[in-house]
Every structure is written in C-alpha cells, then in structure tokens.
C-alpha cells in the first residue's frame, strides 16, 4: 500500500512563495505518474500540475502556468511543488496523488484516475 503525505501549506500574503512537499512511502512501483490536485471551498478538486511515469512530460493548469513547477528528491521519495507569485484565488487545500500502470509518456489529470491520494495541505493566500 502506498502512503503519501503533503505538508508545507500555511498562510502567506499575495506574492509570496511556498514550496509543498509530498513524501511517498510504502510499498509502490518505483515508476509511477504523478499529480497535484487542489480543491478550493465548495469547489471541485482540480488538477493543478501532473507529470508522466518517464518524467518527461509536464502538465500545468493555465492559472498556475509559469509560476508553479515541480520538482522531487528521489533519493528520498520526495516531490515538491514550487509555487511563486502566489495569489488569492490560489487558496485551497493542495493534494498529491500517485499512479502506477500508465503509458509512459502520458500525464494523468483526471482525479478519477488516481489510485493514491495524501490527506492534503491547506494552503491559504491572503491580499
């Protein structure tokens, strides 16, 4: 079973920057697909960034498009989300989420499609 944890939200002012984290542990294929997903208050959970199994393909949502970007240790199975610039409507609460079993090249967006999911991290933007 496969065991993720998110961390790094918090409360920041317009502008500002964070970086998530996103431990993996457990018992996983080393190759998997990769997604950050947020969900904002009486929303739906959207994707935010996804990477294919080869990490060669990227996908970023075009509200986060140029100031958000992955980025992982996998000596430590750690990924990390870099968010710059960061603005109000970005509020939500932030979760990652694994997928093993994909087309190599191909990036996973749907939520439905992801098996795995960390409990989240409330990521807050204050003007």
């Known amino acids: 079973q496969v065991h993720l944890v998110e961390s790094g939200g918090g409360l920041v002012q317009a502008g500002a920057s964070l970086r998530l984290s996103c431990a993996i542990s457990g018992r996983f294929n080393s190759t998997y697909a990769m997604g950050w997903f947020r969900q904002a208050p009486g929303k739906e959970r959207d994707i935010v960034a996804a990477?294919?199994?080869?990490?060669?393909?990227?996908y970023y949502s075009d509200s986060v498009k140029g100031r958000f970007t992955f980025s992982r240790d996998p000596a430590k199975n750690m990924w990390y989300l870099q968010m710059n610039s960061l603005k109000p409507e970005d509020t939500a609460v932030y979760y990652c989420?694994?997928?093993?079993?994909?087309?190599?090249?191909?990036?996973?967006?749907?939520?439905?499609?992801?098996?795995?999911w960390g409990q989240g991290t409330q990521v807050t933007v204050s003007p």
């Open positions: 989420a694994v997928r093993s079993g994909t087309p190599w090249f191909q990036v996973v967006k749907t939520l439905e499609d992801y098996h795995d």
């Open positions: 990477i294919s199994r080869n990490r060669g393909v990227t």
